[in-house]
């Protein structure tokens, strides 16, 4: 079974501070790893995506992934209110095809 | 690029009904994927076409459900009949088959099943 877990929050930082999510996976043979991020009656949107063990930087997000710990994490500095989402890992097997989704973590940054 | 377009964005329709969910793909892409959406179960693969053959259906709640890809730019999915669990946020998405990083989703069809 592929089950991807996440806190469902809510999780309130204010504007400003680090926004730390995270999520953990259960199949070892997940190769992908992926952060949508999901505004309130929107579809997901991609934020990021890591393959490697280490940590993968965009502007003011980073992907974090253990692939021993079977975990991967996203940072968000300098929160804006605009982050303000539900934020959705995702995975995939080394086939690619299907992506397995955590249920979301929901954020708020409070101005 | 219109990106994915779903149709009905809403229906609401009363329990024992047929609900058809149409889907238009990015152009040029190979993969379509169809998800459920609820606040319980969160994001659920239902059924996902590579070149228009379906793959893996094995989330396909029951045989109440069907989809199908009869060419590149067009997939249905099918409730017959409908019941008020499957009231949910139905996206369709869809992306290059070989080497691509993510799916780009559609708006959604928002189903209320009375």
């Known amino acids: 079974q592929k089950e991807v877990e996440q806190n469902s929050g809510p999780l309130s930082v204010p504007e400003g501070a680090i926004a730390s999510l995270n999520c953990t996976y259960s199949?070892?043979?997940?190769?992908?790893f992926f952060w949508y991020r999901q505004y309130s009656g929107k579809s997901p949107e991609l934020i990021m995506f890591?393959?490697?063990?280490g940590d993968k930087e965009d502007g003011r997000f980073t992907a974090q992934l253990n692939k021993a710990s079977q975990y991967v994490s996203l940072l968000i500095r300098d929160s804006q209110p605009s982050d303000s989402a539900t934020y959705l890992c995702?995975?995939?097997?080394?086939?690619?095809?299907?992506?397995?989704f955590g249920t979301g973590t929901s954020l708020t940054v409070i101005p | 690029d219109a990106g994915v377009i779903q149709s009905p964005r809403h229906e609401v329709t009363e329990m024992g009904q047929e609900v058809t969910l149409r889907c238009k793909p990015i152009?040029?892409?190979?993969?379509l994927f169809w998800y459920r959406q609820t606040m319980m179960r969160g994001l659920e693969l239902l059924i996902y076409?590579?070149?228009?053959?379906?793959?893996?259906d094995s989330g396909m709640p029951e045989d109440r459900f069907s989809a199908k890809m009869p060419n590149a730019s067009f997939s249905t999915l099918k409730i017959q009949p409908s019941e008020p669990r499957d009231s949910a946020v139905y996206f369709c998405?869809?992306?290059?088959?070989?080497?691509?990083?993510?799916?780009?989703f559609g708006p959604g069809t928002r189903l209320l099943v009375l």
């Open positions: 890591i393959y490697s063990n």
């Open positions: 995702a995975v995939t097997l080394n086939t690619g095809n299907q992506f397995y």
């Open positions: 076409f590579n070149n228009n053959v379906p793959i893996d």
């Open positions: 998405a869809s992306r290059p088959l070989a080497g691509a990083e993510t799916q780009y």
């Open positions: 152009s040029g892409h190979n993969s």
């Open positions: 199949d070892r043979g997940s190769q992908s």
